[in-house]
């Protein structure tokens, strides 16, 4: 079985002398050494560059002792009251739309049950699926037939304490033929008040949390006496239905909907959190298709969908902290542990002190990207991936451990467990892919655009996503220039319109990758490091939002292609996602626009008839993985110059879904005119300038011959022309 150490820090944004919480986890007792190294390349493999990171003078190599820690995953909500629920009679009622009755587990949907001590109560599916009540050591009442998978059903359970009695129902939203609406059973019980925790989608094992429910809840309910099962199947707000006012605690989901409060509708206003992020924003029991914005009609929306693979934050317990040097110069660093064989890289960019920028250029970080695909299982959880990439799939070994030890949560790029798309991802967690020595892909890939800065001796700040999204255009005003990385596909409004501010107030911005600014996305506006996207409507996806769930919850925006919702990249920076193909990378020949004057400065001690880039370590050449191209219906400026074209491709590429409008076969790298990548140049106001190389692969091919090529050339010229204040 794999093992690994493993390790994250509270913050991946830093600034000089910023203390750092390092939390780490190792299978093995002993000790394990830290230091700090500052990354230069994390490309290791044999066609790159090299791997090559550096100790950082004044930080102390460090030791500590090792200690397993585990990860808490399953999302749920919890009550701060306890003794309110330590009761003798009670009834418990909910709506629920379960996505995993076969699961073979217990799934709870709201008690205080603890399975450490047996003692408590929780409504509950049993290991069949099936509607079950547990009250205290007593066997448990249980229904005949489970309810259906994804179908709203009523479910309630009394119990009077006097008599012993239980009563338990369940009504099916929809009726059909042959198939009974509700079912109902009664049974017998002991007594069993506790003040254990109350819990919504789980119940405790004393400390901790388990049998989380998969799937929607929707307007959970409890009460301080035995109801007769008919008033507790009324819907509320019926005729007969129990009202809150006489209720323990009856939640509302659809009230504080970006938040992690649950808010009690009852007297006692008795609140709760939501741990682990389940997600909210959800159609609930009475959606019915009126409104698609949960912002304009949430009570509509008074579902949360719970999974029992969610995790926001491990919660760990700080190893070491750190205290990064004041005099600390910018730039992209990692925490090395090493126990044994055993080597963990934890990253950390450190940006300038605010206000005190230490170079005219900067890298943008796209992290927000680095989330997007945090700890992504496409290689074993795609069915689809082996046809998406057209070659055999490899395991790697971050791949094998998740595989054999368990999720450390997932990606946008994932489902859950019960077959949901995942909204949400953090950083407060390992994330395996955004380390050194990986696959060159999204944080490891950009490495080697730090490298190539660092070869060329070309002076550079780094700041990340994390300052695009608080600061606006005020993040990138201090600089002549800004790079991007390889892959920077998520933005958000804010961030999207910093760019576009930057470049339209005089900035200069060369896009060194593609399929880039594609997705939309929004940063929790309270919680630290969390990110939510929704895959709505088209685009190049692993799954899609259910109907009616399109709009975030944390901000109430439309999510999904920021083409679909009217700011293709096309308009920020002249080319946008037409195509991608995982099994080779070719080159870009010249184009009639690249002899304009204009351009002059970006061919100098470029050859008229090069081809430009057919060499590289990723796919052998400039032009591969994901591709752009230039689009005037799409928003390309109309004096862009498309300076050189890559058009060679094979049938393993494939053009975007998106812009299928008919259907026809012409849709691959051998038949298909769109399957291309657009070398692109334009000015933009007040002397700012803007230059996309429309492809992944062009920065693994900077370092070729010793950086002594013609994609490293291009690149030079272009960044030392926009860090010039003369006037393009």
Request: net charge neutral; proline share 6%.
């Amino acid at each position: 079985m794999s093992e690994r150490l493993l390790a994250y820090t509270d913050k991946l944004s830093v600034k000089p002398g910023d203390l750092v919480q390092v939390k780490v986890s190792s299978p093995q007792a002993g000790k394990y050494r830290a230091r700090l190294v500052r990354v230069i390349c994390g490309d290791d493999s044999a066609e790159g560059p090299g791997f090559k990171a550096e100790p950082v003078n004044g930080v102390a190599e460090s030791e500590h002792p090792a200690r397993f820690q585990p990860v808490p995953l399953g999302s749920y909500a919890a009550i701060k009251d306890r003794k309110g629920f330590a009761l003798a009679s009670f009834s418990l009622s909910a709506f629920i739309w379960p996505t995993w009755t076969d699961k073979g587990e217990p799934q709870c949907i709201l008690g205080n049950w603890d399975a450490a001590s047996a003692t408590g109560y929780a409504l509950y599916l049993d290991e069949q699926g099936r509607l079950a009540l547990r009250v205290g050591d007593s066997a448990p009442v249980t229904l005949a037939t489970a309810p259906l998978p994804r179908h709203w059903h009523r479910v309630a359970a009394s119990y009077d304490a006097k008599t012993g009695r239980v009563t338990l129902a369940a009504h099916r939203h929809l009726p059909y033929s042959g198939h009974p609406q509700r079912h109902a059973v009664k049974g017998k019980a002991k007594a069993s008040a506790a003040a254990n925790r109350f819990l919504i989608a789980a119940w405790n094992d004393g400390a901790r949390a388990m049998a989380h429910f998969n799937g929607k809840i929707d307007s959970p309910a409890v009460y301080a006496k035995a109801h007769p099962v008919e008033a507790l199947l009324t819907p509320p707000g019926s005729r007969g239905a129990l009202a809150p006012r006489q209720a323990v605690a009856a939640w509302d989901f659809s009230r504080d909907i970006p938040g992690t409060s649950v808010v009690d509708r009852g007297p006692k206003r008795r609140h709760g959190q939501t741990v682990n992020l389940p997600t909210r924003a959800m159609t609930g029991w009475n959606w019915n298709g009126t409104e698609m914005n949960w912002v304009h009609k949430p009570e509509h929306y008074g579902a949360i969908h719970f999974h029992d693979d969610d995790l926001y934050d491990c919660g760990w317990e700080t190893d070491f902290a750190l205290r990064l040097p004041k005099t600390l110069k910018s730039g992209i660093y990692c925490l090395h542990l090493t126990q044994g064989g055993f080597e963990e890289f934890a990253p950390l960019f450190v940006t300038p002190p605010k206000g005190k920028p230490g170079a005219k250029l900067a890298f943008l970080v796209p992290t927000a990207s680095y989330l997007a695909y945090a700890n992504h299982q496409m290689s074993t959880s795609w069915h689809f991936d082996e046809l998406s990439s057209s070659k055999f799939t490899t395991l790697s070994p971050a791949d094998q451990f998740m595989e054999e030890c368990g999720s450390l949560g997932l990606s946008t790029y994932d489902i859950h467990n019960d077959g949901s798309g995942v909204c949400h991802s953090s950083y407060l967690r390992p994330i395996l892919n955004m380390r050194l020595k990986t696959d060159l892909w999204q944080f490891n890939a950009d490495t080697h655009i730090i490298d190539w800065l660092e070869a060329k001796k070309i002076p550079y700040d780094v700041i990340t996503d994390e300052e695009l999204e608080r600061d606006g255009v005020a993040a990138l005003k201090p600089y002549a220039c800004v790079i991007t990385g390889t892959h920077p596909e998520y933005y958000s409004e804010r961030m999207l319109d910093g760019v576009q501010d930057y470049t339209n107030q005089g900035g200069r911005l060369m896009y060194l990758g593609a399929n880039g600014f594609y997705w939309r996305i929004a940063w929790h506006p309270k919680l630290p490091g969390v990110i939510e996207h929704r895959r709505s409507e088209d685009g190049m996806r692993a799954w899609w939002t259910e109907t009616g769930e399109s709009y975030m919850e944390f901000t109430g925006e439309y999510s999904g292609l920021w083409r679909r919702n009217g700011r293709p990249p096309n308009m920020l920076v002249g080319t946008g996602f037409t195509a991608q193909g995982f099994d080779y990378s070719g080159w870009y020949d010249r184009n009639p626009d690249s002899r304009d004057p204009r351009a002059a400065f970006i061919f100098k001690g470029v050859g008229e008839h090069e081809k430009i880039g057919d060499f590289g370590s990723i796919g052998g050449g400039a032009a591969g993985w994901e591709l752009d191209r230039a689009d005037a219906s799409l928003g390309t400026p109309p004096h862009a110059l498309i300076l050189a074209t890559a058009s060679d491709f094979p049938a393993s590429y494939h053009w975007v879904k998106e812009e299928f409008n008919h259907s026809h076969s012409a849709v691959n790298g051998d038949t298909c005119p769109m399957v291309k990548a657009d070398l692109v140049f334009f000015e933009t106001p007040k002397g700012g300038a803007v230059f996309s190389v429309s492809s992944i692969s062009w920065a693994g091919s900077l370092a070729h011959n010793r950086y002594d090529n013609n994609v490293s050339r291009i690149t030079e010229n272009v960044v030392r022309r926009f860090l010039d204040a003369k006037p393009l």
